[in-house]
């Protein structure tokens, strides 16, 4: 990566984020008259030169088609890809890129696990156990599963401080929970959730494990094996890479022992109309032509990450972190939704008598953008009794003046009601 | 744009203090609307005498746009007849949807207060969330009504 190799983006002194956010176009612009203070990014994370380029390098450069060609762009193309699997795999630090399946994001790869290892696994009364804060994405492809063949959900409760009720969440491990899908970090509520912990409990039942990891994965570092989880999930686009594109981690033996979840191209060896043999890992998973430019983005992303380093990345997000909530705590009137011990990146909030959505417009005036609503976590805003929140998420990139102007902005909402 | 457009003081008194809010007893019809991507949701309360509305209230919660556009409507309606609320609704719709809309600002009154709304697309269907579902609702729509 070239703009790393010049001068370390992070020192002992901590990040350069000036450096940084030099290395995000869309950050250059001002919204509303006023410079853009992103604080978006556990819905979208924006994208890093270097990502842009790698993108308009492949279409301008070795556009083609992968695997199949014999010519010198698809042998290109086919590098890139299969060279970019391998940096998701070290990343994670799966054993093996057959380990890594792209999907188009967290979605898609939790759809798959249900429809997949799930659908020929379970039988009807086997129980799927997930949290009281699960992003919409891990609750309705397992209720969808339940209607297909009978399975059961559990849901373990969260407590006032949006934590997992974990003397719960061990109760309701049993003989017949099979399945454990639980989310890494909540991007409703920032919590972080003991998820070694929650995996080894839930392997002591027998059941195998999913881990959502659609907001953990550019805020923490990720390492699969150590945490002994069957299936991972994450998505590209939170990752400072391309949307649509994802990644789904399997145990190798697992994925092997799967059916496949969609027919097609490249995910075959053999065809004829009377019997097909299917391709080995990780293509069995991919079936038709990818989203290549996706998956070449996402490497580069991750090339991205690495040298900013997920460890200074960490440290300075929590340092923000506590920052925002100790200046937002001080607005007379906010109420902030989700307290747990252990938080990353999310700062979910409530204002007296004045709606999320009035409060993202009055923002979004001072060119300041923040998320409004269920953040598909409709079950989280039940348990708070709040309709809606707002939601400020953070990124290396932003700065503590930026959290300043929030405050700022918080204030001058008030004076608009007032 | 000005922040003052959209929050205009006739809304934020209407937020604050809305007005015709609180459930009906003998309400002739009560629907529910539902805004799925803000949370906004409100129950309607219509009493008919024939085709003309005689009593209306609202109840819910919703953003500022919402519950102060359920209240000017209801103020706006108290009164008219189906057909003459149905001729509001058409007017009011125009204001915030049309390009370079030619509103009869006498007929309107008060809800023109609403008219920085269209440069918000975002929060149209929170100002019209309302007269959707009184717009169901006089129609005999029983189901709640959606905005998506």
């Known amino acids: 990566m070239n703009a790393a190799s ?35 990014n556990a819905a979208t994370a924006q994208k890093p030169l270097a990502v842009i380029e790698t993108l308009d390098e492949y279409y301008r450069g070795y556009n083609a088609n992968i695997h199949r060609g014999v010519h010198t762009l698809s042998e290109r193309a086919t590098a890139a890809y299969e060279g970019a699997r391998i940096k998701v795999r070290n990343f994670i630090n799966a054993a093996a890129e057959q380990e890594i399946i792209f999907t188009r994001g967290t979605t898609e790869s939790i759809n798959l696990v249900a429809q997949t290892w799930a659908r020929t696994n379970l039988r009807a009364g086997d129980e799927i156990l997930i949290t009281g804060m699960e992003h919409h994405s891990n609750i309705v492809p397992w209720q969808i599963l339940c209607e297909q063949i009978g399975t059961v959900l559990k849901v373990a409760p969260i407590d006032d401080r949006g934590e997992v009720r974990l003397e719960e969440f061990e109760r309701l491990l049993g003989p017949k929970t099979r399945l454990v899908a639980i989310v890494h970090i909540s991007n409703a509520l920032g919590t972080v959730n003991p998820v070694h912990h929650m995996v080894e409990r839930a392997r002591a039942h027998d059941a195998v494990v999913l881990v ?41 033996a697992l994925l092997e022992a799967m059916p496949p979840y969609q027919g097609g191209g490249d995910m075959i060896k053999m065809v004829t109309f009377e019997k097909t043999v299917y391709n080995d890992l990780p293509y069995k998973f991919e079936a038709g032509t990818p989203h290549i430019a996706g998956v070449i983005g996402l490497g580069a992303a991750i090339d991205y990450v690495n040298g900013v380093g997920l460890a200074a990345i960490q440290a300075y997000e929590h340092e923000l972190l506590a920052y925002a909530t100790e200046a937002m705590a001080a607005v007379d009137g906010v109420r902030i939704i989700g307290t ?20 993202g417009t009055i923002l979004d005036h001072e060119g300041i953008a923040i998320r409004t609503g269920h953040h598909c976590a409709m079950p989280v805003m039940d348990y708070f009794g709040v309709p809606a929140t707002a939601r400020a998420s953070f990124a290396f990139y932003n700065t503590r003046a930026e959290v300043d102007r929030l405050v700022r902005g918080l204030e001058n909402a008030k004076k608009v009601f007032s | 744009m000005d922040l003052k457009d959209l929050y205009q003081e006739v809304i934020v008194d209407h937020n604050r203090s809305p007005r015709n809010f609180g459930a009906m007893e003998d309400a002739d019809r ?13 129950t309607l309360y219509l009493k008919l005498d024939g085709d003309r509305i005689t009593d209306i209230s609202f109840d819910g919660s919703g953003c500022a746009i919402s519950v102060a556009s ?53 929060r149209v269907k929170c100002a019209t969330l309302c007269w959707h579902t009184v717009h169901s609702a006089l129609e005999g729509e029983e189901e709640p009504i959606s905005t998506e």
Do not use: W
């Open chain 1, 212 to 252: 959502d990891g659609a907001q953990a994965a550019p805020h923490t570092r990720v390492d699969v094996r150590e945490l002994d989880c069957d299936f991972y999930a994450l998505s590209g686009h939170k990752l400072f890479g391309p949307t649509g594109i994802g990644v789904l981690y399997g145990r190798k």
């Open chain 2, 70 to 122: 359920a209240s000017l409507m209801t103020e706006a309606l108290k009164g008219k007849t189906v057909a003459e609320a149905n001729a509001i609704f058409d007017d009011f719709h125009d204001l915030l949807t049309v390009d370079n809309p030619d509103p009869d600002l006498d007929k309107l009154g008060k809800l023109a207060a609403l008219a920085g709304v269209r440069d918000y697309p975002t």
């Open chain 2, 30 to 42: 009560r629907l529910e609307g539902f805004n799925p991507l803000c949370g906004d949701r409100l």
């Open chain 1, 6 to 40: 010049a001068k370390p983006l992070n020192s002992a002194a901590g990040l350069d984020v000036e450096r940084i956010r030099g290395d995000f176009p869309v950050l250059q612009q001002e919204v509303q008259g006023k410079p853009l203070a992103y604080f978006d």
């Open chain 1, 340 to 359: 747990a011990a252990e938080k990353a990146g999310v700062l979910s909030f409530v204002m007296e008598g004045i709606h999320p959505h009035d409060i």
